[in-house]
């Protein structure tokens, strides 16, 4: 296994003083977007609509088990490692490799629900105050480059602040186990059971990922109790929802690692789909090798073998990436997955369907803060089907999830002039705008 990093939970901040006063929820869900932006400007936001959007349903089918203080928005980065981490204000980051390094729905689900039930029990933000010792840019920097794995980035870093350990960097004994329990149940309660945590954890386990940090900056230490006390409350059993795609996620996220780090020089799936052209794992994992490498008619002869519901979905991509739009939106006319969704959109725009791309996007726009590029598309039509205003709009909102302030400012103000300073919808971009200027504050 890859190197493992300690799910990175912790903020790094030191814990508020004996006279502070706890932060108000405005104050989190502001200091939470402040963190946010800067981590969107420093470190690469996973641009893959299929790991986005997908890891965004398991998002939605756990927030309707429970409830948050916070909307929860979850962001995927895009890097090779082993990384989750909540922050305050309801902020969730997954980095890509946490996907491609785990061998079901369950894992993923139950590191999401823990760090739900962090955010839920607001442990971090019990253990900060309104006196601030850190700013934004200084933790946002610091789990960027955790994030991202660049370990000499936060060695200088973690000399920079002194004395490492004498700051709050992990959650509390306390804390991991109350996440752990009452993640697991919500896990349980989504149907995914309680055991996707636990496995999680004994996989790291057995990486050796503990001993690859200094011990004070382990936010999650893998305690052997912690895995007993999991397995002591729950009996294993299958999952109660559909997670039969994953399995293609699982091998997306690998192929597009390998795409990206190596330009795909290994032609491991399309060997694999050699030894056994039945497996439709394999056969997407080839499919997909041979569209990225541009070899498309190959990519469409595969793809039409996979013996999978999710064949149609499969062939749209391919066909939106070859730009054969008609024969995408024919095959995904009927497609119910948001990413099937998202490219028959893409599939409508490409054939001057405006109407209907421009609908069908909107109907994404629930995923949008997690996938950017919704916004973006959907602004870019608008703008160009002389409804200026909520293009503008927007175009503002994917460049302030993308952490570009001037091009977001430059959009919501000019959206706000062509809606007019008393309209509904300049009430909503002035309050983002605000946020804006108190972050370059």
């Not at 008609?326 to 599939?347: F, H, N």
């Amino acid at each position: 296994m890859k190197r493992c990093v300690a799910i990175v939970t912790a903020f790094l901040f030191l814990a508020a003083s004996a006279g502070a006063f706890a932060l108000t929820n405005e104050e989190e869900r502001q200091y939470g977007k402040e963190i946010y932006l800067e981590i969107a400007r420093s470190a690469p936001i996973n641009n893959d609509p299929y790991i986005s959007l997908y890891l965004n349903e398991i998002r939605v089918r756990l927030e309707s088990k429970t409830t948050m203080p916070f909307p929860v928005v979850l962001t995927v980065i895009d890097s090779p490692t082993i990384d989750a981490f909540a922050t305050i204000g309801g902020y969730v980051y997954i980095a890509a490799g946490l996907i491609a390094n785990c061998d079901d729905e369950e894992e993923v689900a139950g590191v999401m629900a823990h760090e739900f039930a962090h955010i839920k029990k607001r442990h971090i933000a019990k253990r900060m105050g309104k006196q601030k010792y850190l700013n934004a840019t200084m933790i946002a920097t610091m789990l960027a480059a955790m994030l991202v794995g660049d370990s000499a980035r936060e060695a200088v870093l973690v000399t920079g602040m002194g004395t490492a350990q004498s700051m709050a960097l992990k959650y509390s004994r306390e804390d991991e186990d109350e996440a752990d329990r009452e993640g697991s149940i919500l896990a349980n309660e989504a149907g995914y059971g309680g055991l996707g945590i636990a496995d999680f954890l004994k996989k790291l386990r057995a990486g050796g990922g503990d001993k690859l940090y200094p011990q004070y900056l382990l936010t999650h230490p893998y305690h052997e109790s912690r895995i007993i006390n999991l397995e002591k409350m729950w009996t294993r059993k299958p999952p109660s929802v559909d997670t039969s795609l994953f399995p293609y996620i699982i091998a997306r996220a690998k192929v597009v690692q390998d795409y990206r780090s190596r330009g795909l020089a290994d032609d491991i799936w399309v060997r694999r789909y050699a030894r056994d052209s039945k497996d439709p794992v394999a056969a997407y994992g080839a499919a997909l090798y041979h569209s990225l490498k541009g070899n498309f008619e190959e990519a469409v002869r595969i793809a039409r073998t996979i013996n999978s519901p999710y064949r149609s979905v499969f062939l749209g991509e391919i066909y939106v990436t070859a730009s054969r739009f008609p024969e995408a939106a024919g095959v995904l006319k009927d497609a119910t997955e948001k990413v099937g969704r998202y490219y028959l959109a893409r599939a409508y725009e490409g054939m001057g369907r405006t109407d209907l791309a421009a609908t069908t996007y909107r109907s994404l726009i629930p995923y949008a803060p997690s996938y950017p590029e919704i916004y973006y598309r959907l602004g870019m039509i608008e703008g160009r089907t002389g409804n200026e205003a909520a293009g503008h709009a927007n175009l503002g909102r994917y460049y302030m999830y993308k952490g570009n302030y001037m091009l977001a400012k430059t959009n919501f103000e000019k959206a706000i002039s062509r809606y007019g300073i008393n309209s509904r919808e300049s009430t909503e971009l002035m309050r983002l705008l605000d946020s804006l200027e108190e972050k370059k504050k």
